[in-house]
């Protein structure tokens, strides 16, 4: 598994289709049901690398014909978070794919203010000093949330 994923991926159909596949592998290997909302929330999430906001997803959840209240777009959501194949962002009150679904891993995000798009990274290698400081004050982590924000690579050129 890498460590960061880019802003860019060099096959974007190919990357949403490993992903799917590795979430309903996930799902299945889990007893976990995904169903058709929730398939679509994700291939919605997956559709572009940047977080959407619930109210985002509902509206293309209604325009394929899959519920137009608040509610569904929300389990869906929630159902995805709790799964382990969505995250959400909380700087933005806003989700985002997975990109190591069914792998144990502390996600950091790096979130362009240009355009919101998000990267994941895995933030082992960062929590090192994080936990050797709570370790010395005997606390326990048990749950992390790193997002920073900044430019991605084009918006960085478009500026320049």
């Given at each position: 598994?890498?460590?960061?994923?880019?802003?860019?991926?060099?096959?974007?159909?190919?990357?949403?289709?490993?992903s799917l596949a590795q979430a309903e592998a996930?799902?299945?290997?889990r007893g976990l049901r995904l169903t058709p909302?929730?398939?679509?929330?994700?291939?919605?999430?997956?559709?572009?690398?940047?977080?959407?906001?619930?109210?985002?997803?509902?509206?293309?959840?209604?325009?394929?014909?899959?519920?137009?209240?608040?509610?569904?777009?929300?389990?869906?959501?929630?159902?995805?978070?709790?799964?382990?194949?969505?995250?959400?962002?909380?700087?933005?009150?806003?989700?985002?794919?997975?990109m190591h679904p069914g792998h144990d891993h502390?996600?950091?995000?790096?979130?362009?203010?240009?355009?919101?798009?998000?990267?994941?990274?895995?933030?082992?290698?960062?929590?090192?000093?994080?936990?050797?400081?709570?370790?010395?004050?005997?606390?326990?982590?048990?749950?992390?949330?790193?997002?920073?924000?900044?430019?991605?690579?084009?918006?960085?050129?478009?500026?320049?």
């Amino acid at each position: 598994m890498p460590h960061t994923i880019g802003f860019q991926c060099a096959d974007h159909s190919r990357c949403k289709t490993t992903s799917l596949a590795q979430a309903e592998a996930h799902c299945a290997s889990r007893g976990l049901r995904l169903t058709p909302v929730r398939r679509r929330t994700l291939e919605i999430l997956l559709a572009e690398h940047r977080a959407l906001g619930a109210y985002d997803v509902l509206a293309h959840l209604a325009d394929a014909g899959m519920g137009s209240q608040p509610p569904v777009a929300y389990r869906a959501l929630d159902f995805l978070v709790k799964a382990g194949l969505a995250h959400k962002i909380e700087a933005l009150n806003a989700y985002t794919a997975c990109m190591h679904p069914g792998h144990d891993h502390t996600p950091a995000f790096l979130i362009c203010r240009g355009c919101q798009t998000v990267a994941e990274t895995d933030t082992t290698l960062a929590n090192g000093r994080l936990g050797a400081a709570a370790r010395g004050a005997g606390f326990v982590i048990e749950h992390t949330v790193v997002e920073a924000t900044g430019l991605c690579p084009a918006c960085t050129e478009e500026r320049a």
